[in-house]
């Protein structure tokens, strides 16, 4: 070990391990912090100095503890009795500077060890994979149509050219389920490919989630059978499927498949023909 590495390494060494211990403290400190309940602007200062310390621990260490100077010398056959060998053991030993390596790995590891520590309560609030639940809703065969009350909706009590917000029997204010129910001539309706037979005497239903962003249509322009998205203005055809004709939105509302049960109820047939939500879901 050279001399100049003994002159400058011990007070590196401290500035190294105080760089370690202000990551150790402050990386603990944002997982009490992000525990309590969160405070996103100490969670920041926090996150600074623990990453900040880190950082500044690593480029010490490697600028000013680790020696840069290269040694070299010709290579000959030396050896060395057992008596050397033991005495450069001794001295290897005695040199303090080897002696704090371990402290430099030691402070380094916890440094370390709590950011990772901090980091998994962020983790941990991501939840449980969603799996395909994104792609189902509540809706299913034989489910009836409720208005925002939770009343079952009678087919006979839909009026031409009305609309009504319906949600699935048992989860009233359902996201994810909310539909618009339409009543149209039967005669109009040019129903998808595959959904012949989903609108019943006129009963058409779609999804109220936009395509585009999820704002909610709930607006029904009944001269042109176009339903309206306030948001950014996407209309939808709604006698050939909800297809978008106007507006950003790019993918059609997802038709819900329905039939009159013996009681003069509409029911669902189904789930959606399609995730609800917008077009970017389709890329997750
Ligand atoms: S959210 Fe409907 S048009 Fe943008």
Redesign the pocket.
């Known amino acids: 070990m050279s001399d100049d590495g003994g002159r400058t390494g011990r007070p590196a060494e401290r500035v190294v391990v105080a760089a370690f211990a202000v990551c150790v403290v402050a990386a603990l400190a944002l997982a009490v912090v992000y525990r309590r309940g969160g405070h996103p602007q100490l969670e920041g200062v926090l996150l600074t100095l623990a990453l900040g310390g880190l950082g500044f621990g690593l480029v010490t260490w490697a600028r000013r503890v680790l020696p840069h100077q290269e040694e070299f010398e010709d290579r000959e056959v030396l050896p060395t009795s057992h008596e050397e060998r033991r005495q450069f053991q001794d001295t290897l030993e005695a040199e303090e500077v080897i002696g704090r390596r371990p402290l430099l790995v030691r402070t380094l590891a916890a440094a370390v060890g709590a950011l990772g520590l901090a980091a998994l309560f962020p983790i941990r609030s991501l939840g449980p994979h969603p799996a395909d639940t994104l792609e189902r809703t509540s809706w299913g065969r034989g489910r009836r149509l409720v208005d925002g009350e939770g009343q079952p909706v009678r087919a006979a009590d839909t009026a031409l050219d009305g609309l009504v917000t319906v949600f699935p029997e048992g989860d009233v204010g359902s996201p994810d389920g909310q539909a618009v129910l339409i009543r149209v001539r039967p005669g109009l309706i040019e129903p998808v490919a595959g959904g012949e037979g989903w609108a019943s005497e006129g009963l058409i239903a779609f999804s109220k989630v936009?395509?585009?962003?999820?704002?909610p249509?709930g607006l029904y322009q009944a001269d042109i059978h176009q339903l309206l998205?306030?948001?950014?203005?996407?209309a939808f055809d709604v006698l050939e499927g909800a297809r978008p004709v106007f507006?950003?939105?790019a993918r059609p509302l997802p038709q819900l498949p329905l039939r009159i049960d013996d009681e003069g109820f509409v029911v669902a047939e189904g789930d959606f023909s399609e995730p609800v939500g917008?077009a970017w879901w389709d890329r997750r």
């Open positions: 936009c395509t585009h962003a999820g704002c249509v998205c306030p948001c950014h203005q996407s507006g950003p939105a917008p």
